[in-house]
């Protein structure tokens, strides 16, 4: 992304205050408290990049047909930084032995369904009951997906408590009373393990449930894993210094360096397992991505954003001069509205939502940094901008192919199911070439890249807070006899995959992808309140009549839960799709919720990673 030069006061932008916690606030209490905004000293008179050295677009995969999703920003490792040099020779793949599973597991509000099933799923992939895996030696280690506030550290700024930032470190030796090899943060299985995986898996389901559903809502899913995974110099601490107004990264967390160290080994396969209901949000650590996470309204976006939010006239209204060729940012009808959105536009839980068409400018880190984090020979270095040797390949011992992303993301399950699954009572999902060929990514992330971006033609997967139904670009799922329901229904299961739209007032939230019934009704009442509980259904949610919030048969939203949901997610899709077959794709919104059905839960997940992982150990 370009220079950009702002020469409005940093105390009068950061004027007008706000409040919420940023994921899915209006469903929970808050997690920000009273007090003013993140003040900073100054201008932002510096001139520097909106992208600093380590941002740029979000990037997306704007694939041609049949190309299995390459098409996604050049090669750079951090996106507005320099660009990676390219790899040396690659040997051959080796047969490989051992597997090194990292789960990544989103810990903000109302994830506990999804990570009991989480539990339940990788305990069956890894016991006995489950695929035989070649693997006989298996570390297993969790991080979640809160990093923090990027900087921001005013009173009600989001994301600023303790419970808002793991640090990307191992859930094991983060949360007190678990058990872990050798008090390392992770399980080990096999030899220098523990020779029984019974016990192994005994220790597992705890570590899962001490994850929790306290953390940050803006959920840096893909940045917890490469912070662990990648990043040569992991920051201690994110902070705004006194008199700037931009964000910098502080010494190196030993603690990351100290437990990849242990976990990772050069001569294993490496799964990545993602489980996320909602989209990522992996903010910028340094430059503004700060700004995302303060109290404050953001700024407004040019009149061009609205149509086209890759056009060249796209850009913040807070800018002293337009791009080349455009209108004078003063006479821009948005623009003549004021540099600030107003407070009512610009809800905190939606931070992270469409920020170039909003804001004029984007502050997630590119999903190039993770493509290439996880199949590039280097990465880049924070404190020089240098090309150093990527973690996940020193040694040269782990072939690219031998790295494996699993995302159980916001997505019908729909989209990713074979032909016979979509009337059958099983579920298969289908390979990263069948997706291809069955031109399932047009459906679930459209051509984001195109000017103006092409949506997604499945209905369910377009991200917005309005109703969708009866929309322009149609409200039919393009395999199934399902269609967008308006958000007046009280029938949750008027359609197969959402049930309904849900209400929306003051665009605090998203409409979901896809919901699915809970294990046991959730009473949201004021004791679940009192105690910090998370709950879709609190007496004040009514009014947005959300499908998850009423019985099975039928009837007005009340204090029970019934269904849980994810929203539409994206960005992991557009990374999955680019890594072709080095992805396995999957819904957070399972199939089948029978506990005793070979099919329950995110066991699908499971057994398409262990075909995956199989190929990989035996190239």
Same mark, same amino acid.
């Given at each position: 992304?370009?220079?950009?030069?702002?020469?409005?006061?940093?105390?009068?932008?950061?004027?007008?205050?706000?409040?919420?916690?940023?994921?899915?606030?209006?469903?929970?209490?808050?997690?920000?408290?009273?007090?003013?905004?993140?003040?900073?000293?100054? %201008?932002?008179?510096?001139?520097?990049? /909106?992208?600093? +050295?380590?941002? &740029? =677009?979000? !990037?997306?995969? $704007? *694939?041609?047909?049949?190309?299995?999703?390459?098409?996604?920003?050049?090669?750079?490792?951090?996106?507005?930084?320099?660009?990676?040099?390219?790899?040396?020779?690659?040997?051959?793949?080796?047969?490989?032995?051992?597997?090194?599973?990292?789960?990544?597991?989103?810990?903000?509000?109302?994830?506990?369904?999804?990570?009991?099933?989480?539990?339940?799923?990788?305990?069956?992939?890894?016991?006995?009951?489950?695929?035989?895996?070649? %693997?006989?030696?298996?570390?297993?280690? /969790?991080?979640? +997906?809160?990093? &923090? =506030?990027? !900087?921001?550290? $005013? *009173?009600?700024?989001?994301?600023?408590?303790?419970?808002?930032?793991?640090?990307?470190?191992?859930?094991?030796?983060?949360?007190?009373?678990?058990?872990?090899?050798?008090?390392?943060?992770?399980?080990?299985?096999?030899?220098?393990?523990?020779?029984?995986?019974?016990?192994?898996?005994?220790?597992?389901?705890?570590?899962?449930?001490?994850?929790?559903?306290?953390?940050?809502?803006?959920?840096?899913?893909?940045?917890?894993?490469?912070?662990?995974?990648?990043?040569?110099?992991?920051?201690?601490?994110?902070?705004?210094?006194? !008199?700037?107004?931009? *964000?910098?990264?502080?010494?190196?967390?030993?603690?990351?360096?100290?437990?990849?160290?242990?976990?990772?080994?050069?001569?294993?396969?490496?799964?990545?397992?993602?489980?996320?209901?909602?989209?990522?949000?992996?903010?910028?650590?340094?430059?503004?991505?700060?700004?995302?996470?303060?109290?404050?309204?953001?700024?407004?976006?040019?009149?061009?954003?609205?149509?086209?939010?890759?056009?060249?006239?796209?850009?913040?209204?807070?800018?002293?001069?337009?791009?080349?060729?455009?209108?004078?940012?003063?006479?821009?009808?948005?623009?003549?509205?004021?540099?600030?959105?107003?407070?009512?536009?610009?809800?905190?839980?939606?931070?992270?939502?469409?920020?170039?068409?909003?804001?004029?400018?984007?502050?997630?880190?590119?999903?190039?940094?993770?493509?290439?984090?996880?199949?590039?020979?280097?990465?880049?270095?924070?404190?020089?901008?240098?090309?150093?040797?990527?973690?996940?390949?020193?040694?040269?011992?782990?072939?690219?192919?031998?790295?494996?992303?699993?995302?159980?993301?916001?997505?019908?399950?729909?989209?990713?199911?074979?032909?016979?699954?979509?009337?059958?009572?099983?579920?298969?999902?289908?390979?990263?070439?069948?997706?291809?060929?069955?031109?399932?990514?047009?459906?679930?992330?459209?051509?984001?890249?195109?000017?103006?971006?092409?949506?997604?033609?499945?209905?369910?997967?377009?991200?917005?807070?309005?109703?969708?139904?009866?929309?322009?670009?149609?409200?039919?799922?393009?395999?199934?006899?399902?269609?967008?329901?308006?958000?007046?229904?009280?029938?949750?299961?008027?359609?197969?995959?959402?049930?309904?739209?849900?209400?929306?007032?003051?665009?605090?939230?998203?409409?979901?992808?896809?919901?699915?019934?809970?294990?046991?009704?959730?009473?949201?009442?004021?004791?679940?309140?009192?105690?910090?509980?998370?709950?879709?259904?609190?007496?004040?949610?009514?009014?947005?009549?959300?499908?998850?919030?009423?019985?099975?048969?039928?009837?007005?939203?009340?204090?029970?839960?019934?269904?849980?949901?994810?929203?539409?997610?994206?960005?992991?899709?557009?990374?999955?799709?680019?890594?072709?077959?080095?992805?396995?794709?999957?819904?957070?919104?399972?199939?089948?919720?029978?506990?005793?059905?070979?099919?329950?839960?995110?066991?699908?997940?499971?057994?398409?990673?262990?075909?995956?992982?199989?190929?990989?150990?035996?190239?």
């Amino acid at each position: 992304m370009r220079a950009w030069s702002i020469g409005v006061a940093v105390s009068a932008l950061l004027a007008g205050l706000g409040s919420g916690c940023g994921g899915t606030s209006v469903d929970n209490k808050p997690h920000a408290t009273g007090g003013s905004g993140t003040t900073v000293a100054g %201008a932002f008179t510096d001139g520097g990049s /909106v992208s600093s +050295s380590t941002g &740029g =677009s979000s !990037g997306g995969v $704007g *694939a041609s047909p049949g190309t299995g999703g390459e098409g996604m920003a050049a090669s750079s490792g951090t996106g507005g930084g320099p660009m990676l040099p390219p790899d040396g020779d690659i040997p051959p793949a080796a047969p490989l032995h051992k597997l090194d599973l990292l789960l990544m597991i989103d810990n903000s509000r109302n994830m506990g369904e999804k990570q009991r099933l989480m539990k339940d799923a990788v305990s069956w992939l890894l016991g006995p009951t489950g695929p035989a895996l070649t %693997a006989d030696d298996i570390h297993v280690g /969790v991080v979640t +997906s809160s990093l &923090g =506030s990027h !900087g921001a550290n $005013g *009173a009600k700024d989001v994301c600023v408590s303790s419970s808002d930032d793991d640090h990307a470190h191992l859930i094991g030796q983060l949360r007190p009373g678990l058990k872990t090899f050798k008090n390392s943060g992770f399980l080990a299985w096999g030899p220098g393990g523990d020779p029984d995986i019974n016990t192994v898996l005994s220790e597992l389901g705890p570590m899962i449930d001490a994850v929790g559903e306290v953390g940050c809502g803006y959920e840096a899913s893909l940045e917890a894993w490469y912070r662990f995974l990648i990043d040569s110099e992991p920051p201690a601490a994110v902070v705004v210094p006194s !008199g700037t107004s931009q *964000a910098v990264g502080q010494g190196i967390d030993s603690v990351v360096l100290t437990q990849r160290a242990a976990f990772l080994r050069p001569d294993s396969v490496l799964a990545v397992v993602m489980l996320s209901d909602e989209n990522d949000c992996s903010i910028q650590d340094e430059g503004y991505g700060w700004l995302i996470t303060r109290a404050a309204p953001m700024y407004r976006s040019t009149s061009a954003c609205q149509t086209n939010p890759n056009g060249k006239c796209c850009q913040s209204c807070v800018e002293t001069a337009p791009n080349a060729g455009c209108p004078s940012l003063q006479t821009d009808s948005e623009c003549a509205k004021g540099n600030m959105l107003p407070s009512g536009s610009d809800d905190l839980n939606l931070r992270c939502w469409d920020q170039k068409r909003r804001f004029g400018f984007e502050l997630l880190y590119p999903l190039s940094r993770y493509k290439d984090g996880l199949t590039r020979q280097t990465a880049i270095q924070r404190s020089t901008l240098q090309a150093v040797p990527n973690p996940i390949f020193v040694g040269h011992k782990r072939h690219p192919s031998q790295v494996i992303l699993t995302g159980i993301v916001g997505v019908p399950w729909q989209d990713l199911a074979d032909k016979a699954s979509l009337t059958g009572t099983a579920l298969t999902y289908l390979t990263a070439d069948q997706l291809v060929q069955q031109g399932r990514w047009e459906m679930m992330v459209g051509n984001p890249a195109a000017s103006p971006p092409k949506p997604p033609s499945d209905p369910f997967m377009r991200e917005t807070p309005d109703d969708r139904a009866g929309g322009v670009n149609g409200s039919m799922h393009p395999l199934v006899a399902a269609a967008l329901v308006p958000s007046t229904s009280t029938n949750p299961q008027a359609n197969l995959i959402n049930g309904h739209e849900s209400v929306n007032l003051g665009n605090r939230d998203l409409q979901a992808a896809c919901i699915f019934p809970l294990a046991k009704p959730t009473v949201c009442d004021q004791a679940a309140f009192d105690s910090d509980k998370s709950c879709r259904c609190f007496v004040e949610n009514s009014i947005y009549n959300r499908a998850t919030c009423q019985p099975p048969a039928g009837g007005p939203t009340g204090i029970t839960a019934y269904y849980d949901l994810a929203y539409p997610g994206g960005r992991h899709l557009q990374l999955l799709q680019s890594l072709g077959n080095n992805a396995v794709t999957a819904s957070a919104c399972p199939k089948v919720t029978t506990p005793d059905a070979v099919d329950y839960g995110y066991r699908p997940a499971m057994k398409a990673l262990a075909m995956r992982l199989e190929a990989a150990f035996k190239p």
